[in-house]
């Protein structure tokens, strides 16, 4: 059993629900150009880090990603923290995506795919 907090919200997760976490770091360099083939690259003091998640939930409550989607659109931090205990620290949500598989006839999915991207947010 693995766990995803981000902020109220906890997702438990069975095996492979979990697909991908993709973590991505930005150094930024300003580049001054010099006669000859040889620039000078200075670091500008600043970085980005993003994370990429994706996750294939099957879901007992329906209202769950909604309540959580509502919460998104209010564009606040999350405070995350991973199941085995790595603590993110606070994120902001850059994009949300639902797929939702196998619609029953009153309009309830099966099975749902959630891509977030992430970013971290430094106070």
Do not use: C
Not at 57 to 80: A, G, H, N, S
Not at 96 to 113: D, M, R, V
């Amino acid at each position: 059993m693995f766990y995803l907090a981000l902020g109220d919200f906890k997702f438990r997760l069975k095996q492979a629900q979990l697909k991908t976490i993709t973590e991505k770091l930005i150094l930024p360099f300003s580049e001054i150009k010099r006669i000859g083939n040889h620039p000078a690259f200075f670091d500008s003091g600043k970085f980005e880090e993003s994370l990429e998640l994706e996750l294939d939930l099957i879901l007992q409550k329906q209202r769950t990603l909604e309540d959580f989607k509502k919460q998104v659109k209010q564009k606040k931090p999350f405070f995350m923290v991973l199941g085995y205990g790595e603590i993110i620290g606070e994120v902001l949500v850059e994009s949300y995506t639902l797929k939702k598989e196998s619609i029953l006839p009153n309009g309830a999915s099966l099975s749902q795919t959630l891509n977030l991207s992430l970013k971290k947010y430094y106070r």
